[in-house]
């Protein structure tokens, strides 16, 4: 059993920053890849970023130049940097992580961008 608890969220202006935690119960050497969904209200859930172990990333376009992912394998921790927000960032953002073959799913924090 592994647990993902995502924190960092939080309510920002349109063009600042925030950064979110995405803390593994077990080493993330074991998890790969490790990747970051957004869920805007109403919408399904997308892909934001992922980063594997050998620290390959992948963005989705919308994203790209203005999120970095990044893991702290001491703190067993991945991040979202998140900059230059907008208000179709708003959502709630959620970690996912693959262990022994099974996907397993954080609770989710909640952005709020506004204009």
């Known amino acids: 059993q592994v647990q993902l608890v995502e924190s960092g969220g939080g309510l920002v202006q349109a063009g600042g920053s925030l950064r979110l935690s995405c803390a593994a119960s077990?080493?993330?050497?074991?998890?790969?890849?490790i990747s970051w969904y957004h869920q805007a209200p109403g919408k399904q859930r997308e892909l934001v970023a992922r980063?594997?172990?050998?620290?390959?990333?992948d963005y989705a376009d919308s994203v790209k130049g203005r999120f970095t992912i990044s893991r702290d394998n001491a703190k067993n921790t991945v991040y979202l940097q998140m900059n230059a927000l907008k208000p179709e960032d708003t959502g709630v953002y959620y970690c996912?992580?693959?262990?022994?073959?099974?996907?397993?799913w954080g609770q989710g924090t909640q952005v709020t961008v506004s204009s």
């Open positions: 980063i594997t172990n050998d620290g390959t990333t």
């Open positions: 996912n992580a693959i262990f022994l073959g099974q996907l397993y």
């Open positions: 077990v080493s993330i050497f074991s998890l790969n890849p």
